[in-house]
């Protein structure tokens, strides 16, 4: 499964971005973006924003809003934060674990054991409880280190993250749960 995360000011500016690939079953954790995803990755998650917007304020609930969003084979998450920044994760199934997937549905039963497990891994369902549950622990551990680089007295509201320390705890938090 490939990832790519960003974080959304309050006046929708981009101000933090990373692509990642799974490491979870034998992934390499490289993203598998083709170079036209690549392009159209932002698109999609800022054409999702509006979407983030009426369920922000249609529920009142604030942090974690769960897959908000579909594009073709990509899935959005989203979580906002209390001071109104949006941490956005567009994920993108492989195929094989999209057929694997697809497979359980139909109701085979060849290879019951294998079928189950990689059904409830992290990659075989965007929307299954297991990887909302992983998705949900990476954006809080993301949350975490994104308020303590904003206490940086150097920061100002809005400005692009450029810690190396920063792009290097979301990488480590994405290999731990996604």
């Known amino acids: 499964m490939s990832y790519y995360f960003v974080i959304i000011g309050t006046q929708d500016n981009p101000l933090f971005e990373y692509e990642f690939g799974t490491s ?4 390499d954790g490289q993203a598998h973006f083709t170079e036209l995803a690549r392009h159209l990755n932002q698109f999609i998650v800022h054409s999702s924003l509006d979407i983030v ?3 922000q304020w249609a529920n009142g609930q604030l942090s974690y809003l769960k897959v908000i969003d579909k594009f073709f084979a990509n899935y959005i998450s989203c979580f906002i934060t209390g001071g109104n920044v949006k941490f956005l994760l567009l994920h993108q199934p492989t195929a094989t674990a999209t057929a694997t997937g697809a497979g359980m549905a139909g109701g085979g039963s060849s290879g019951a054991a294998t079928s189950t497990r990689s059904s409830t891994s992290v990659g075989a369902n965007p929307t299954s409880p297991q990887t909302e549950e992983a998705i949900k622990n990476f954006f809080n551990e993301v949350y975490d280190n994104y308020v ?3 206490m940086n007295p150097f920061y100002r509201v809005n400005m692009e993250i450029r810690s190396p320390v920063f792009r290097q705890r979301v990488a480590a938090a994405g290999r731990k749960y996604l």
């Open 24 to 27: 979870k079953q034998g992934g």
């Open 148 to 150: 303590k680089a904003i």
């Open 53 to 55: 917007e009426e369920v």
